[in-house]
């Protein structure tokens, strides 16, 4: 491992520590640390908590994954990522990423081995694969959007939120008119929601216990800011990445939005105790303690 450019340790991040009292209709809220942990990246994007005690993220643009430990240490997980953005690890501690240059999600093991688990849709490439997510009963989805000049080398004629079954088959199982963007389980993992970046919303569907979806439906709607990365808590409340981190409870009330200094890509609950919401956001990496409502393993 090489230390990363631009990273820094927690010890010298401490000026960049404040604490936000949020209101939050008829709960009790405690003061919330929210501090810098890391910065100079480029993009930041797809954090994921592995339960081998650190946390994984994108820097979209240098094609890296980083690697952050709680003593603060940051260093170069993967050199050669081809643009990185979602990653998630399954039961096993498999880890599946999304590339967005390559156009294709693959799967990583314990001993380093790299499997493409997608890359083709009736025999044309992906648009470049953004948000993932995996059940405890390894069904994988993901999302399709493409941004920027991915737009302009599309093969595919519509965005796609994708299913991989536990045996490998491919399925889309949804095409919206917008770009779907970040993607999260219910805790009993019934319910799959979708960001959806164009139309401000957030998507739901009903997963059954085969992982198919149905009931398609919008769960939330008139996002204040553009929504990317979504996260669900261990109460069934939805974060979303958009203007700050704004909270929503499973009936789809906002609770309370979380401001920060930069405008979040992506989060995920980690450390030992899972009492930490990581943040990438734009150029740096932030942590948030206590999280705000409760917790999400």
Known sequence: MIRGAGSQPAAASQAALFLLLLPLAAQDVPDLQV??????????????WSRDGYLL????????????????????YREASNG??????DQQGRLYTCETHTRRVTRTDKKGRIE????????????????????????V???????????????????GVYHIAPKGQLSVIARPAGRPHGIALSPNGRILYVANSDDR??????????????????????????PAGIRTDDKGNLYVAAKGIAVYS???????????????????????DFQTLYVTARTSLYRVRPPLLSNAR
Do not use: C
Request: glycine residues 10%.
């Open 84 to 89: 990185a953005a979602g990653n998630a690890f």
């Open 250 to 272: 499973p009936e789809g009330q906002l609770l309370t939005t979380i401001p920060l200094a930069e405008t979040p890509s992506n989060f995920a609950f980690a450390d030992p």
């Open 116 to 139: 493409v688990l997608a890359d083709k849709w009736d025999g044309k490439r992906l648009n470049a694969p953004n948000g993932i997510v995996v059940s405890k009963s390894g069904h």
């Open 141 to 159: 989805y993901f999302t399709d959007p493409a941004f920027g000049s991915q737009q302009d080398t599309r093969e595919l004629d519509f965005y």
């Open 57 to 76: 993220f994108s820097d979209i643009p240098r094609g890296k994954i980083m690697k952050h430990v709680p003593d603060g240490a940051t260093e170069v």
């Open 35 to 48: 501090e810098k942990v890391a910065h100079g990246y480029r993009f930041t994007e797809g954090p994921v």
């Open 201 to 226: 919303n957030i998507r739901a569907y009903d997963v059954d216990h085969e992982g198919e979806v149905s009931n398609e439906r919008v769960a939330i709607s008139k996002i204040d800011g553009i």
